[in-house]
């Protein structure tokens, strides 16, 4: 979609915690709130909701428990962390077309307390989407983190490079963690030593390659950009949202397709937010990538264009562009990505814990290796 249409003009979060002692439900109720409140709006004045799939909280329900009233628009998507942008989108149409005046997007779980899915899918229901796992679960690639190492694997030896490219992301992750308090990892930065001394989950990834499991939910509020402008906080503008899935994609198992060290959905996504938005990667201020392995950090630089394939390290290593300066997955919480574009929100209000000077124009992604969405979110300037 072209914007700007419709604006963020309300973020909400519960703490992020390994044991919330507290139901999804409850936890999405008081993200909304919290949300609806940083937007001067109340729970009468939604009439739209946007979730996940693999969600116990459903729109409807979250309705309910939040006080609001009569629905005109509802709508979930498909394949986890890759919704995360696309929740925005769905929520900016439905207000550029009237078919919502106010609509919230919302992630809640306890993924450590409760269902984890790093645990993998040796339970799964069959379904139509489970078909493709098919084909790697008889040979042990039964978890996320198996299927990543399986692209991270390649992309080490197309470009010639070590494991140790993966740990200065965690490192870079973990430095605005430990300045950040609402991070689990608030005031524990990392050593490239202690990341080298990580566990190993399934080679060449290390468990501090691998995002957090968190309890948590997050919300954020979309409306007409008309309307943005009359309520208290600087309104954020969906500049551009796009989602993407590339020929023969998969759901972090599509070893057949190719090319194994890049994000052919990635490429979809930044093609079209970079045509909608008539911006480019010399012009953002700011990234929030979703960090859910380090590999698909750098895989996201070349994807979205910040540099060639096979220099995403050293991008990276010389900070040429701010990455996920919350923390990320990796160091703050994993909310699906919900919390990275909250993130986004901050450095475009100018109110972050680790705020870039004159942040201007931020690139959101959702989870690659899947289906995935992204945002280019500016300010009103």
């Known amino acids: 979609m072209t914007g700007p249409a419709a604006a963020i003009v309300g973020i909400g979060a519960t703490g992020f915690s390994k044991g919330s002692g507290r139901s999804e439900l409850r936890l999405a109720v008081e993200a909304v709130h919290a949300a609806l409140a940083d937007a001067g709006l109340g729970p009468e004045d939604v009439d739209g909701m946007v979730t996940f799939t693999m969600d116990t909280s459903p729109e409807i329900t979250v309705a309910q428990a939040a006080g609001i009233g009569e629905l005109t628009f509802f709508s979930r998507v498909h394949y986890g962390g890759g919704a995360a942008c696309a929740t925005v989108q769905q929520a900016a149409l439905a207000v550029a077309t009237g078919a919502a005046r ?221 990455l996920n300066t919350h923390g990320g997955q990796l160091g703050e919480a994993y909310l699906h990505g919900m919390n990275g574009i909250a993130e986004a929100v901050r450095q475009l209000r100018g109110t972050a814990v680790n705020q870039v000077p004159g942040a201007e124009r931020a690139l959101v992604t959702a989870g690659a290796g899947v289906p995935t969405s992204g945002l280019v979110l500016t300010g009103d300037g």
């Open 102 to 322: 106010v609509v919230v997007c919302y992630r809640a779980f306890n993924e450590r307390s409760g269902r984890r899915f790093g645990a993998g899918v040796q339970r799964r229901e069959p379904s139509a989407e489970g078909t493709a796992l098919g084909w790697t679960l008889p040979f042990g690639l039964l978890t996320p983190a198996s299927w990543a190492a399986m692209a991270a694997q390649r992309y080490l030896h197309t470009y010639g490079l070590t494991p140790e490219v993966f740990g200065r992301v965690a490192v870079t992750a973990r430095r605005y963690a430990a300045t950040n308090p609402a991070a689990y990892f608030h005031g524990r930065p990392l050593t490239l030593a202690e990341h080298a001394a990580s566990r190993w989950i399934a080679e060449p990834l290390r468990l501090l390659d691998c995002c957090q499991e968190t309890d948590g939910g997050q919300a954020l509020v979309v409306t007409s950009l008309e309307r943005a402008r009359d309520l208290p906080r600087p309104p954020v503008l969906v500049a551009a949202a796009a989602q993407g899935a590339g020929r023969a994609q998969e759901q972090m198992t599509g070893f057949y397709r190719g090319d194994l060290a890049g994000l052919p959905e990635s490429r979809v996504v930044a093609r079209g937010l970079w045509r909608a938005s008539g911006l480019g990667p010399g012009d953002i201020d700011v990234g929030i990538l979703y960090d859910h392995f380090t590999p698909y950090v750098l895989m996201q630089l070349e994807g979205y264009g910040f540099c060639g394939p096979g220099e995403a390290a050293d991008f990276a290593a010389e900070a040429r562009l701010p």
